[in-house]
Nanobody, 123 residues
């Protein structure tokens, strides 16, 4: 069993930065791929970024490429999402997810989810 806890969300002005953390418990967290998804009010959950295991290859959605960076610290069982040059359209609840994802952009490929952390970007 894997439990995930996100942190680091908050209110930031456009152009600012935030770093989200996803702390995982359970030995198998460090051998799973981890993805970040987000859901804005009235919209469907969408893929943001993912990092694979064991190669730590990274994948990004088009709207965040070049602004967001995903990384993992396996000894700490933590995955980070560094978000720079934030825009109001980045406002959403951000979720991390873990699992043996074969398609990193598909939320159904992830078996474990955190509770989410709110990110609000003001204009």
């Amino acid at each position: 069993q894997v439990q995930l806890v996100e942190s680091g969300g908050g209110l930031v002005q456009a152009g600012g930065s935030l770093r989200l953390s996803c702390a995982g418990s359970g030995d198998i967290f460090s051998i799973y791929s981890v993805g970040w998804f987000r859901q804005a009010p009235g919209k469907e959950r969408e893929f943001v970024a993912a990092i694979s295991w064991p190669a730590s290859n990274t994948y990004y959605a088009g709207p965040v490429k070049g602004r967001f960076t995903i990384s993992r610290d396996n000894p700490k069982n933590t995955v980070y999402l560094q978000m720079n040059s934030l825009k109001p359209e980045d406002t959403a609840v951000y979720y991390c997810a873990s699992g043996k994802a074969l398609s990193y952009v598909d939320a159904n490929e992830y078996g474990f989810w955190g509770q989410g952390t709110q990110v609000t970007v003001s204009s």
